[in-house]
Each structure stands twice: as structure tokens, then as C-alpha cells.
């Protein structure tokens, strides 16, 4: 924390219409992991109070917000959209430049952004109930749905613009106001998106930012008697945490954690395919996915095979300044989770596991950031840390097994369900794997990290308080069913 420096740019929190600092005239530093002589920006650090505005100003425009109807409220996201599109190359550098990851993947998530922004403007057009038969013949009986109020929205540093977009904009469209609160390390990313509701002319107090840190903010958001539900993603840790205050204060909360993902390659797999899928899918934005690939189980007949093409390509893996067109994959997103990513790595040493590839930060005078080579293990086995915690690096534990009901019976054995694929060609592996498979995301002949922004998206297990976003599901967080019955 430091005191203002005049000389960065200084990003403020959004309250109620204005861009303000917070009371306590404290700062972050937002560092580039790529190069961390370069602060990309300062944001505020703020207290309890500068919250307790941000919630006050939402729930004071709560009431005409939700009047309005959704055509009106969705002309606001189509704006954000058309704004955000214009800007997509600045805000895809700041991202870059902010938490690592390169400029084409950073460009396409900002492109994600404007799709959901359209996608849920849309929304503000569709049916929201049902019409049900009463046993009262001169009865109307219906549901509709009541927005929330005002939604507390805590998010993470690795989408930093598609995870509060996927969620304040069904927030917005289905009539709640929000109060976000963004990962520190990626506070920047979030206030340029929220310049774009700004600038399309939001009504004041219906989107509302804070930064600051997440065991101040984060937690004032969910003890805030006037926030009336809390969409979180995160770390299981925290979301544990947040899950029991929203209990105990009854209200509503959706949770997205962490993941272990598995991939299984049977014996019949395209195994180009395969070795293309598990690389983008485990390795790209520095593994730092929550449905990264992290556990390769392969089939014997085709393991050898697999293993020297999928070392053959890790080994063209550029590792750089995510803004350099010869970067594959950038850094980690912060020193902490560089020493995560290394203390894992030891850790699989040393239970046992053969370290086939990589394993050290990369070592070179020319980059000065949380750089990590790409990590391949093999002889791992389910008792070892790296087969059960989630490591958010570029690290993948390769398995061996003997049938694709043994890899099956391996994937399943983890107490996280977010995301899992398999490559085979055969037919009734790939419906044995989407009926048994226990991930909220299966996927067949395809990476693990995929997310459509039109489909249902969650875990099951510890991965996801067991509620879906994105797609038509928001729907079912951000409002509640009411049941009408009207008799003339
Ligand atoms: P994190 O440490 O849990 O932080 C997430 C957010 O919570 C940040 O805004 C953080 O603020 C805030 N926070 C920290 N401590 C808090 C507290 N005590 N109370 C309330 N809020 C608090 O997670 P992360 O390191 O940013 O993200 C990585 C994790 O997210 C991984 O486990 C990954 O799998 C998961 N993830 C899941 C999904 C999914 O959809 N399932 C998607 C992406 C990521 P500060 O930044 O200020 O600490």
C-alpha cells in the first residue's frame, strides 16, 4: 500500500454515477507479472464506509431500475457493448498487461465481454414465466420473476473482464443493481469495463465498484444487511467462507471455485487431436484456468505414443511478455502464485512422481517477471498432492491406465467436478463417460476449457455451490419465482 502518487494513473472507485477515491486516500499498486518494474496503474484501497456508500447508492436505485422494463434496461447493455467493442484493443492490452496473459487471448475474452453484454441485452426481450393451469376454471395462474435487489458480485483475477460481465449483466437485465467488488490484481481490467456501463449512460447508482482488499471489501459485501444476494467466483477457501455468512444472513449466493480437470485419451483417440487439446487446454493462459487440464490419463496401448508427440510440442512452447507476438504463454499472475505453482512442482518431486519436462521458473536476464517453464510429470498417481489440489499453473500430471473404465473411475476420484473431456472415437466410450463423468462441463473430442457464454456453466462437487451461470440458467440466481393467481 503506498500513499497517491501523482505520476500513475490513478483509477477510483464508481459510486453512485461518479468516479471517487476512496476516504482513507489509500492505493494499490496494479503490477505487470510480465515485467515487475512496470506498475500498470494504482487503485484504491478502500474502507468499510467507501462499501457501505457503494451499497447504500445501490439500493437507493434499485426501485426505479427494476420499474423500468427490460427492453429499456437491455438499450443500456447493448450501449456498454458497442462501447467496450471500440475500446476491445486498449482494454485487451490492460488486461495483458495487468494479469499476463497474451494480447490474442486477452483480445478474445474482451470480445467475449461485448458478446455477453448483447446476449443478456436480448434477454431483457424474453418470456420470464409460465402460464399453468389453475383447477379454478375462472382462474389466471402464472409465474413471473422478481429481481433480487441489489447483488454483491466478487470476482477473480483471471477472466478479468468476462467474469463480471457473465455476471453483473444478468444481474442488471433481471432487474437487480450491483456492487462489484474485483480481484486486486486485476482492479484496472474491471474499472475499464465499468467505464463502458458509464459511459453508456447507466443510471446512477445501479452499477457500483469498490477495490480495495478482499478480506475488507469482499467480506463487508456479504455482511452488508442490504445486499440481498452474493455471486462469487474464486478460491474454495473463500467462497466456504462467504457461503456461511450468506447463510446465516438468509440470502441467496452462487458460488464458482476451483477445479482438477481430467482428460482421458483411449486407445482410439485422434491423437494429434489429443495432444493439441490437452496443450491449449492445460497450458494456455499460464494454466491459470479454473477448467485447466491438469490430469492426463492415458490409455496403455497409446500412452508412449502420446507422451513423446505431447512432449515433441511442449517443448515449441515460446514462454514471454504476453504482448510480444512470439509469446505462447505468459507469466503467473503474481509472485505468490509462482511460489504456489513451484511449491507443487517440489512437491510431486518428492512424492514420487517423474518429472518429464520443465519444472523451474524460467531463468533468463531478458524477462523479469513470475515466468514458469511448462511442467510435464508422469507416474503420478491419485494419492499425490498434484493428482488432488488445484495448482493454477502450467502443469500437467500424466496417468496410465489400463481400460477407459479405470480412467474413468480416476477422473472421478477427486473432490472437484468442474470440467472433463475425452478423446476416443469410439461411441460408447464417449456416452459411458457423459453419463459417468461426475464435472458440470463434459466435454468429447474437445479441450476441457471451453465455456459458451449461451450455455449452463458450473461445477459439481466442491467445484460450485451446485447453481449454474451464464446462458438462459442466470435466470435462476439473479431473480425469484413468483406465482400469481388472479381471479376477476
Ligand atoms: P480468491 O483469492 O478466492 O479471490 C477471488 C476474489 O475474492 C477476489 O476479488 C479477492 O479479492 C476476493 N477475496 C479474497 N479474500 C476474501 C475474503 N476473505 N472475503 C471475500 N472476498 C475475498 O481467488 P483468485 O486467486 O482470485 O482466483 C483463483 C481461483 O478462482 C481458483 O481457485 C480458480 O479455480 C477459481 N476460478 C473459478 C472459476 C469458475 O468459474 N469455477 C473461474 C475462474 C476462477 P483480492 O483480489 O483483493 O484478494
Redesign the pocket.
Known sequence: MTKIDVKLKTYLNYINGDWVASEIEETGKSKNPANTEEVVGLYQMSSENDLNKAVNSASDAKKAWRKLSGDERGNYLQKAASILEERLDEVALTMTKEMGKTLPEAKGETARGVAILRYYAGEGLRSEGDVIPSTDKDALMFTTRAPLGVVGV??????PVA?PLWKMAPALIYGNTVVI?????AAITCAKVIECLHEAGIPEGVVNMVT????V???E??NHPEVNGIT????????K??AQIAVTRGIKYQL????KNPVIVANDADLDLAVEATISGGLKSTG????ATSRVIVQKDIYQKFKERLLAKVAEITVGDGVESSTWMGPSVSQS?LDTVVSYIEKGKEEGAKLLYGGDKVRSKALKGYFIEPTVFEGVTSDMTIAKE?I?GPVLALMKVNSVEEALELANDSEYG?SASIFTTNISNMLSFIDDMDAGLVRVNAESAGVELQAP???MKQ??SHSR?QGRAAIEFYTNIKTVFVKG
Open positions: 466478487i470476482t477473480p483475477w483471471n477472466f467474469i467488488k474485483p480481484a486486486s490484481e480495495g482488499s478482499g478480506s471489501i469482499g467480506l459485501i456479504a462469487f467466483t474464486g478460491s474454495n477457501q473463500v467462497g467462507q462467504l464458482e471455485m476451483g477445479g491459470q484456468k479454473c477448467t502464485q488445484e493454477f468442474l456453466f458450473g461445477g467445484s460450485s451461470e
